[in-house]
Structures are given as structure tokens and as C-alpha cells.
């Protein structure tokens, strides 16, 4: 089992920036890589960023060049730094861990933070 606590989220004007994190416990050992998902109201949870136990990164086009994923392995946590915020990005953000462990692999989610971006 893994748990996820995101923090961060908020109101900012367009332009603006944000800095989500999502601090990981439990089976940490067992996790293959991190990312974090949006959801917008009456849309489908989309991919954001995600970062695999090798450091690799993978964007959404729509992020590429304005977010930042990163990770500090000593303190178990996964950053979303967000600039240059558009209108559209406005949604819940959920943090993703996907382990691989013995017994299979598994999805663990986060509760959601919601990031709403508004002049």
C-alpha cells in the first residue's frame, strides 16, 4: 500500500505560478514511477507529467516548455512546478503512483488539489 498527500493547490491570476507536491509513505520501494493527472469539470482525467524511478520525464503537449515535474528522493516526494498558467489548466490535480510488486502492479491515487487559474 501506498499513500499520497498532495498540497499546493490554489487560485491564481493567468501568467501566474504554482508549485504542487505530493509527499509519498508507505511501500515506497515498490514504486515505479509518479506522475500527476488533471481533471476538468464535465472532461476525462488527463496525463500531465510523470517521472519514472530513473529520473525520465514525460510531458503532455500541452505542458511541455511550463511545467516541471521533480522528485526528492530523501524526503519521498514528487513536485509539479507550474508557470506561464492558463485559464485551461484550471482543475483537480491528482498525483499518481504506479508500483510494481510480487503480488502485481497497482495504480494509488492521492485525494485531488484543486488549482484554479482566474483573473
Known amino acids: 500500500q501506498v499513500q499520497l498527500v498532495e498540497s499546493g493547490g490554489g487560485l491564481v491570476q493567468p501568467g501566474g505560478s504554482l508549485r504542487l507536491s505530493c509527499a509519498a509513505s508507505?511501500?515506497?520501494?515498490?514504486?515505479?514511477?509518479m506522475g500527476w493527472y488533471r481533471q476538468a469539470p464535465g472532461k476525462e482525467r488527463e496525463l500531465v507529467a510523470v517521472?519514472?524511478?530513473?529520473?525520465?520525464?514525460h510531458y503532455a503537449d500541452s505542458v511541455k516548455g511550463r511545467f516541471t515535474i521533480s522528485r526528492d528522493n530523501a524526503e519521498n516526494t514528487v513536485y509539479l512546478q507550474m508557470n506561464s498558467l492558463k485559464p485551461e489548466d484550471t482543475a483537480v490535480y491528482y498525483c499518481?503512483?504506479?508500483?510494481?510488486?510480487?503480488?502485481?502492479?497497482?495504480?494509488?491515487w492521492g485525494q485531488g488539489t484543486q488549482v484554479t487559474v482566474s483573473s
Open positions: 499518481n503512483a504506479f508500483t510494481i510488486a510480487p503480488e502485481g502492479a497497482s495504480d494509488y
Open positions: 508507505g511501500s515506497i520501494f515498490s514504486i515505479n514511477r
Open positions: 517521472i519514472t524511478s530513473g529520473d525520465s520525464t
